[in-house]
Each structure stands twice: as structure tokens, then as C-alpha cells.
């Protein structure tokens, strides 16, 4: 949903960036004109130095729109708990059809002058970073590893049954594709095998289905319920990090000025 006034139209209502050390992030902004007047628009920041803005000013042309990227510096240090009080507006007035980007001067923007205008005010929120690739490597032989036992489980029960039988062929017995691999058609296997392999064969597709959906449910869930720790924890020791950077500045200030102390006695006693 987007946030909006009477001029503009403005999505993502909400600036949100994945957080990530030493490494510039832009998020895109879409500005739309909603009016049959021509709209110009400024954008500003609470903290200019902090994020680039590309363009911050222009024309929006009638039931048009546009989009401003807004890039956030490499940062250095891990915020704490990931909040950010950085804020953005985006300020909107009508102007005259045929005006450029190069005439856009900041008195258009003043409300005292009795210009139409609009605003629209925007929070920034920092968010987790997507999964690596490796990490969904990860997850897809995660899957291949419970997958493949489960095959051979059904490969040995269909054998057991077929050698117990007698007179089971394998060209009887029709073979069909399943999440786990190849399987025994179960009606016809039934009836060559009788009743007392019964119990032996394959429980059948759908309940199979059902069976591997749980347990690839609870191993997601597993996974990435571990991933959030592991992401909470380097956290965790990026906030320690910086606390024994400033523990260390501490003490080196303190034995600089015992130095000083100490070389101040003894120029004095020198001296007498």
C-alpha cells in the first residue's frame, strides 16, 4: 500500500533496506501523479550524509510517474537491535506544464508563498538480508538426504514382497512415477501377490505425499529457525565488538595521561 497525498502517490511506504556491513544498499521509490496538472517534487533527509539520492528533484508529468533511487552508504557499525530513526519527505507542488528539472528552485516549496503543495513522510526500517545460494544449496541436499532413504526403504519392500510371492514378473508389474522415485502399481501387485504381502507394499501416493510434506515442513522450520539465531548472534557479537573498541580507547587515553603525570614528576624533581 502506498502512502500518498494530494498530489503524489509514493510506494514503498516504508524505506526498507537489508542490513549489511561494508556494503552500499538502494531501494527503490516510485512517485506517481495521480492529478491532470503537472507535479513537481523534492526529496529530503534527516540524515544527508548517510544516503544518496538520485534524482532528489523533478516533474511528474499528468497521470505519469517516475522513480527516485535512494542509496544508503556502506555502513561500518551494526545499529542496535537494527533500528534506524533515519526519516525521508517528499514534497510536492504543482507548477506550470513545460517546466523542467533545471527550473525547480527550493521557493516553490514554501508553503507561505501560496503554492498547492503536498507532503508525504517516510520511515526507514532495516530488515534481515535474503538467504545466500548456498544456503538454499544447502537446503535442496538437505532434502535429497531424506528423500533418497525413503526410495530405498520402498525398493526393499517391493522386493521382499515380489521374492516372497514366487511368481511375481517384473514386466507384470506396472511401474509409475512418485515423489520418492518408482513404484509398484498397488491394485495389480495385490492380486499377483495375495493377501499376505498386503501389509508390505507401498501405502500409496497420496498418504506418502502427505507423510513427506510434514517432515519437509519441520525441516524447514528447523532450519530456518536456526538461521535466525545464527543471524541473531553475529549481531550479538558485532554490538560486542564495539564495545571493547571502546573500552580499548578508554584505556589507552588513561595510560596517556598517567605518562603525562609521570613525566611531569619527574621534570619536577629533576629540577630541585
Known amino acids: 500500500m502506498a502512502a500518498s497525498c494530494d498530489l503524489l502517490d509514493v510506494d514503498p511506504p516504508e524505506l526498507q533496506f537489508p542490513f549489511v556491513l561494508d556494503k552500499q544498499i538502494s531501494c527503490p521509490l516510485r512517485l506517481a501523479n495521480r492529478t491532470d496538472r503537472t507535479v513537481a517534487f523534492k526529496v529530503k533527509t534527516t540524515n544527508p550524509r548517510k544516503y544518496c539520492v538520485r534524482p532528489n528533484n523533478g516533474v511528474v508529468p499528468p497521470q505519469s510517474s517516475c522513480t527516485v533511487v535512494v542509496t544508503m552508504q556502506a555502513q561500518k557499525v551494526v545499529p542496535p537491535d537494527l533500528q534506524c530513526k533515519d526519516k525521508f519527505l517528499v514534497q510536492s507542488v504543482v507548477v506550470s506544464d513545460g517546466l523542467s528539472a533545471k527550473d525547480i528552485t527550493s521557493q516553490m516549496f514554501v508553503k507561505e508563498g501560496g503554492n498547492v503543495m503536498g507532503e508525504v513522510k517516510l520511515k526507514v526500517a532495516y530488515v ?64 499377483a501377490a495375495g493377501p499376505a504381502t498386503a501389509t508390505k507394499t507401498y501405502a500409496g501416493p497420496g498418504e506418502q505425499s502427505h507423510q513427506l510434506s510434514a517432515i519437509i515442513a519441520k525441516l524447514t522450520e528447523e532450519k530456518n529457525s536456526a538461521l535466525q539465531e545464527n543471524r541473531k548472534l553475529q549481531v550479538e557479537l558485532e554490538l560486542v565488538r564495539c564495545e571493547a573498541r571502546k573500552q580499548q580507547g578508554a584505556f589507552s587515553l588513561v595510560l596517556l595521561l598517567a605518562f603525562g603525570l609521570l613525566g611531569i614528576v619527574l621534570g619536577y624533581i629533576v629540577k630541585k
Open 128 to 191: 534481515m538480508p535474503p538467504e545466500p545460494p548456498s544456503e538454499i544449496a544447502e537446503e535442496h541436499d538437505g532434502l535429497e538426504k531424506v528423500l533418497v532413504p525413503m526410495q530405498r526403504i520402498v525398493d526393499n519392500g517391493r522386493s521382499t514382497s515380489e521374492l516372497s510371492s514366487g511368481s511375481v514378473s517384473l514386466r507384470s508389474a506396472e511401474e509409475v512415477r512418485s515423489p520418492v522415485g518408482r513404484i509398484v502399481k498397488s491394485e495389480e501387485f495385490l492380486k
